[in-house]
């Protein structure tokens, strides 16, 4: 039987769900705050060419992604490169790609190299993550890999990642970073996945199949409550008008949608403490395109807790510069509380304390050389999976008859990603099913 269905959020997770409910023969609408489709991964033009505000890449892992890739008749569009990676600390660059790079990051002494060695190859082989959800990756990796290792590596990792939460983060996360990391390596090295022409191909793909479907993409819409009606219904309710459907699916963070559907009288306070009890992180981020080819590596760990960023992105050591008018394009990120300074200052002042970092990194850098400059803000990018994480994930369906929930947060222990939200696209529109 047909149903009418509503699915808020026009990301992947979003999209997918919207086309796995049409082609199962459901009337389908998407609701989106934003004026364009996609979410992290939606585009902008850099030297002429399309590329993500937030970068991406895929593993040999991402099969959900890939499958769905194939399947919209765009599987020839992704394309695998070979990957490279460096680390800085102590003003100084190194390669960080594997074992013989390890040996040789002369800022541990030979024996914490091994023990790094050897806790890295325990998690990748080890497939008990269950029994590290209870334990912080910083007080595990102070045990099994000792002070040094953990100050050096893995301490300004979680503080980059999650700032002022890096001591709380659960173990069982950090396993999954490691541990799929590896299960996407071959004998060759790693290999990354991106689409030619950049993700905005697979978004197009998607939004073609919905459009073949009759599934109308509205943009600028701004939900302000979502209500279960004694008859299973679901009212949604509009700034400009409120509309029924026989099922809504919420792609918003949890605590947003706590505030959609706090009106239900029938939802138990502790349900909406749940939605609440979850933490994020805002992101900022600058892309910018030079003449300067400034490192030989793709992506670079930055591992100077002083510098004020995450992260630096040779994205031309991944894909050809000769996509961008022969100009090398460079994302640089950073994950902080929305009160921090560097979430509310202007772009100018961001500009200017990451130049400066850029330049203490590579000396020959020069502000002058850069071409373009963009900019972007999301304020809830990373969710803070904590020691009590487990009991904090909503389930897919909620207590509201025929409202379901799928958003990033629910990903688990795995980090979020296009291709769990493809995964969870498709499971939610198996539950509405």
């Known amino acids: 039987m047909s149903k009418k269905v509503v699915v808020i959020g026009a990301g992947y997770t979003g999209l997918v769900a919207a086309l796995r409910l049409a082609q199962a023969g459901n009337s389908v609408t998407i609701l989106e705050r934003g004026m364009i489709a996609g979410g992290l991964a939606s585009e902008f033009t850099v030297e002429g060419a399309s590329l993500e505000?937030?970068?991406?890449?895929?593993?040999?892992?991402?099969?959900?992604?890939?499958?769905?890739?194939?399947?919209?008749?765009?599987?020839?569009?992704?394309?695998?490169?070979?990957?490279?990676?460096?680390?800085?600390?102590?003003?100084?660059?190194?390669?960080?790609?594997?074992?013989?790079?390890?040996?040789?990051?002369?800022?541990?002494?030979?024996?914490?190299?091994?023990?790094?060695?050897?806790?890295?190859?325990?998690?990748?082989?080890?497939?008990?993550?269950?029994?590290?959800?209870?334990?912080?990756?910083?007080?595990?990796?102070?045990?099994?890999?000792?002070?040094?290792?953990?100050?050096?590596?893995?301490?300004?990792l979680l503080r980059g990642?999650?700032?002022?939460?890096?001591?709380?983060?659960?173990?069982?996360?950090?396993?999954?970073?490691?541990?799929?990391?590896?299960?996407?390596?071959?004998?060759?090295?790693?290999?990354?996945g991106y689409f030619e022409g950049g993700f905005q191909v697979f978004t197009d793909a998607l939004l073609k199949e919905l459009k073949a479907l009759s599934v109308p993409i509205k943009t600028g819409i701004e939900?302000?409550?979502?209500?279960?009606?004694?008859?299973?219904?679901?009212?949604?309710?509009?700034?400009?008008?409120t509309e029924t459907f026989d099922a809504c699916v919420a792609t918003t963070p949890s605590h947003v949608f706590a505030k959609l559907v706090e009106s239900n009288k029938t939802l138990k306070p502790a349900y909406l403490q749940q939605l609440q009890s979850i933490d994020y992180l805002g992101a900022r981020l600058l892309v910018f395109s030079s003449d300067q080819d400034l490192s030989?590596?793709?992506?670079h760990n930055i591992n100077d807790i002083e510098l004020p960023f995450l992260v630096f992105i040779n994205h031309t050591k991944l894909i050809d510069a000769a996509n961008y008018g022969g100009k090398n394009i460079y994302y640089i990120a950073t994950y902080v509380p929305h009160d921090d300074e560097l979430f509310t200052c202007s772009d100018e002042q961001l500009e200017a304390a990451w130049f400066k970092g850029i330049k203490q990194i590579f000396p020959d850098f020069s502000a002058k050389k850069v071409h373009e400059k963009h900019y972007f803000r999301f304020a809830n990018a990373q969710h803070i999976v904590d020691t009590n994480y487990v009991s904090k994930i909503p389930a897919h369906k909620t207590p509201l008859s025929n409202v379901y929930l799928a958003n990033f947060s629910q990903i688990y222990p795995e980090d979020r990603g296009t291709n769990f939200a493809v995964r969870d696209g498709e499971a939610i529109a198996k539950l509405i099913k």
């Open 296 to 299: 030989p590596y793709y992506w």
């Open 223 to 241: 939900i302000s409550a979502i209500s279960s009606l004694p008859s299973g219904k679901v009212k949604i309710i509009q700034s400009a008008k």
């Open 53 to 156: 505000r937030a970068y991406h890449h895929l593993f040999k892992t991402d099969t959900s992604i890939i499958n769905l890739a194939n399947e919209l008749g765009i599987g020839d569009k992704l394309t695998w490169h070979d990957s490279s990676v460096a680390l800085y600390y102590g003003n100084k660059l190194y390669p960080f790609k594997g074992p013989v790079d390890l040996l040789r990051f002369t800022p541990l002494t030979l024996i914490n190299r091994i023990r790094a060695g050897l806790v890295v190859l325990f998690l990748q082989r080890t497939n008990n993550w269950k029994s590290l959800q209870k334990v912080s990756a910083y007080d595990w990796m102070l045990k099994a890999a000792g002070k040094q290792v953990t100050a050096v590596i893995w301490e300004p």
């Open 161 to 192: 990642k999650f700032n002022k939460y890096y001591n709380k983060v659960s173990m069982a996360w950090l396993w999954a970073r490691v541990h799929i990391r590896a299960q996407s390596r071959e004998a060759g090295g790693e290999k990354l």
